[in-house]
């Protein structure tokens, strides 16, 4: 037996075998322990012919046609070689331990060989054998049934014909159904949606009707998801109230609506607000125009942006008391890629889990009170030490080392030690400086800057003393 291939098959991993029979001249393939279809070399044509079995029941024509290819590649003069070669090896061990000491290879190695060859001769004698029988059966048969095909035959050409003609009417129809599909927004599946996870990783196995070879989410308006979704032998159809839908795009360019429900805890129109951290760090407090199950607290929320584009974003759970969820863009054609570390807010792999989505909206929401019109990630990421309205002593650092009039006199370590004696003698926590109080800092620096620079003075590149 030689292994060919892993196939995944209705989402289950199955190995791929071929062995050769006893005869030498005919092959069978297995699907895990089971076989599913044979090969004689003898007997021209196609290199595999599936078998009637249950393990083949679900297969896909797609599946039965990737196995095609892979079984078309075989050499089977070499795989016949090698498989013969492994089956002698393996009859010379067994004669080896049946015969035991006193027995030389050479001889060992000659009776395998005649073992295996009378073997194979019986078995040739007995397909022979069999191959005759059934020649002789059919012959008996045969003028008896010539009229019975004739007419089967002209039945089943007339049946194909019908069929067809359906078929061709069908896919004509969903080619038009596919064509006037107008897609809104994409998001490509390999995208990074948090610290560890793409979107395709987070969606596939958590939506039942989700394509292995999908390569984009999709946004489309619902009406145009029902009508793809219509029963080609029914007047029904499986409706979505909301604006918008979500679908995928695979590997041909087939659109499929997913099969996902519209969170039914804030409505199909909802009109609960939450905090909706953008791409570029800012943070809105709005409402969305639908929003979807993906599994558990998950969800997927759609908006109209700016200039009419739709926004869309995913949110990793909800809080624990509120049922409020914190969602994050995902980036699309429209938006820039986003930093690591406005990605990465309220990380659903830390240890503190959903609580640190219970802390990020406790936090946007006391700082919403007080700026609801200046909000960024570091106002709504659960982290106390963080927040748009202080600076850290060395973002202070970097902001008054980029001043022009302040950089064209005193150098990086000069200003560094300014605003070190700034802080002390104001007693100021150097985590948490206000906006006014740098602002009051910089007209220092820049006072003594330029004192320093009427005196004809250049510390730029000077002592800090």
């Known amino acids: ?46 290199k595999i012919i599936f078998k009637e079995s249950e393990e083949l029941a679900d297969i896909s024509e797609d599946i039965k046609e990737e196995i095609r290819n892979k079984v078309n590649e075989i050499d089977f003069k070499e795989l016949r070689e090698e498989l013969l070669e492994y089956r002698k090896k393996n009859k010379i061990n067994e004669l080896a331990h049946v015969l035991g000491e006193g027995y030389e290879n050479e001889d060992i190695t000659r009776i395998a060989e005649v073992e295996l060859e009378e073997q194979s001769i019986e078995d040739e004698e007995e397909q022979e054998q069999i191959e005759e029988n059934e020649e002789s059966q059919e012959q008996e048969s045969d003028e008896e049934k010539i009229e019975d095909d004739k007419e089967s035959q002209e039945k089943l050409e007339e049946d194909l014909e019908n069929q067809e003609e359906i078929e061709d009417e069908d896919n004509t129809k969903e080619t038009t159904r596919q064509k006037n599909v107008v897609i809104k927004q994409e998001i490509k599946l390999n995208s990074k949606v948090n610290e560890i996870k793409t979107l395709g990783q987070i969606l596939r196995g958590k939506i039942s009707n989700f394509p292995l070879d999908a390569k984009k989410l999709v946004v ?70 639908c929003r979807y199950k993906i599994a558990g607290n998950e969800t997927i929320s759609i908006k109209n942006g700016q200039y009419g584009e739709i926004e869309v974003f995913y949110s990793p759970g909800k809080t624990r008391s509120g049922n409020k969820s914190f969602d994050k863009q995902l980036e699309t054609n429209n938006v820039w890629p986003i930093k690591t570390q406005i990605r990465d807010t309220v990380g659903e792999y ?89 602002e009051k800092i910089q007209k220092e620096i820049e006072e003594e800057a330029e004192r320093e620079h009427d005196m004809g003075l250049d510390l730029s590149h000077g002592d800090v003393s």
């Open 220 to 289: 489309i308006e619902s009406s145009k998801k029902n009508r793809l979704l219509q029963d080609k032998n029914s007047k029904s159809s499986n409706i979505d109230s909301a604006r918008y839908s979500l679908a995928v795009v695979d590997s041909k360019g087939i659109i499929t609506p997913l099969n996902i429900e519209v969170d039914e805890t804030v409505g199909t129109n909802p009109t609960q607000e939450n905090y909706q951290l953008k791409g570029n760090g800012e943070v809105e407090k709005e409402d969305v125009l």
């Open 350 to 438: 830390n240890t503190e889990g959903n609580r640190q989505i219970d802390r990020a909206v406790k936090e946007a929401d006391e700082h919403f009170k007080e700026h609801p019109e200046n909000m960024d990630y570091r106002d709504a990421d659960g982290i106390e030490e963080t927040s748009s309205c202080y600076l850290s002593k060395e973002q202070c650092i970097e902001i008054l080392s980029e001043v022009e009039e302040i950089s064209d006199v005193y150098n990086r370590a000069y200003v560094t030690n300014m605003l070190e004696k700034y802080i002390e003698k104001n007693k100021i926590d150097e985590n948490h400086i206000t906006q006014e109080e740098l």
């Open 1 to 46: 037996m030689k292994y060919l291939s892993k196939m995944l098959i209705n989402n289950q991993e199955k190995s791929l075998y071929v062995c050769l029979n006893e005869n030498g001249n005919t092959f069978n393939y297995y699907l895990d322990n089971k076989i599913i279809g044979a090969y004689t070399t003898t007997v021209p044509g196609e």
